[in-house]
Structure formats: C-alpha cells, structure tokens
C-alpha cells in the first residue's frame, strides 16, 4: 500500500513538472499546446470569442545584461504570479518561452482582451514593460495560426516601439523609406 501511495505521489509531482514552467509555476508550452484547441472546440460549440494575447517583456536581455540573470528569473516569476491572480479560472497564462507568455482569453473579445492587457501592464515589476499582440478567433483556422497572428501582431508592436498593445488586422503601417 505504501509503494502504490508513494508511485502516486510521485507520478502527480511528475505529471505537474510535465505541464507547469518550472521556473514562474504557470503552464508551460505542452499545455498551451493541449489546451488552445480545446478551449477553441469549446468556443465553437458554445458560440463565445476567443482571443489570444502574445506577451513579450521589453529590453529582457538588456534588464538580465545589467542586472543578471536572478534577477531577471525573479522579474519572470514575479511578473507571471501578479498577472495569474487578475485572471479568471478559466483563462490560460503560459510561458511560451523566454521573456514570452500567452494568454488564452474564452468569451473575450478583442476589446475585452485589450482591457486585460492594459490591467496587467502596471503589474510588472521593476518599472519593466512588455509588448502585446492580441488575436481573436474567428471559428475558422486552427491554433497555430491563431497563436501566428498574435505573434505578427506582438512584432508590429515590437517595431512600433514597444510597450503596446496591437491588435491582429489593426497593425500600425510603418511609412516606406523613399528612393
């Protein structure tokens, strides 16, 4: 009895390493991966928005460059837990990797979405900023092209000058340089 009672303990601790970000305990990148189709076969039976917010802190490397690399670990995990406890139990916060986090927003619109980002802004420690590029689904298409336009969205923030939201298909138009 203790074997099996120790195996399943051990197989829990296993199954959260798996699917948690060790480093900010939010879900990890698999459990994105699990979890976006679901909660879009969710919004499609349902009938409900769903938007997808790509996160990406600013100048990351430059905060780790002068301030080292703890510090930097303690800004992501600092950052991820003050922005997990404004989310709602059925929204998603996941590390896609590095300073990058997505959101998975069910029954959000894109206004609605944007109101979100702009309440997690001012929860960053450190006076540090972050990018967001927001995506709603449309019922058609699958994840990863949802979670491509919010990236193209997070880009067109970042070379707006960072510290934005930008909406997928609201992109800014950046001028052509003349001959």
Known sequence: ??????????????TQMAREDGLTGVANRRTLDERLPQE???????????????????????FND???HTAGDTLLRSAAQAWLRQLRP????ARYGGEEFTLVLPACDEAQAQRMVERLQPLV?????????IA???????????????DRALLAANR?????????????QLPLPLK
């Open 160 to 172: 707006a000058g960072r510290n934005r939201i930008v909406i997928a298909g609201q992109e800014p």
């Open 90 to 93: 059925s929204d998603l916060l």
């Open 40 to 62: 879009m076969a969710r919004a499609r039976r349902q009938g409900y928005p769903l938007a997808v917010v790509m996160i990406d802190l600013d100048h990351f490397k430059r």
């Open 125 to 133: 420690p450190e006076r540090q900023t972050f990018s967001a590029g």
């Open 136 to 150: 709603t689904w449309n019922g058609s298409g699958n994840a990863q092209e949802l979670l491509s336009d919010a």
């Open 66 to 68: 002068r301030r080292g």
């Open 1 to 14: 009895w203790r074997w099996l009672s120790a195996n399943a303990v051990l197989m829990e601790q296993l």
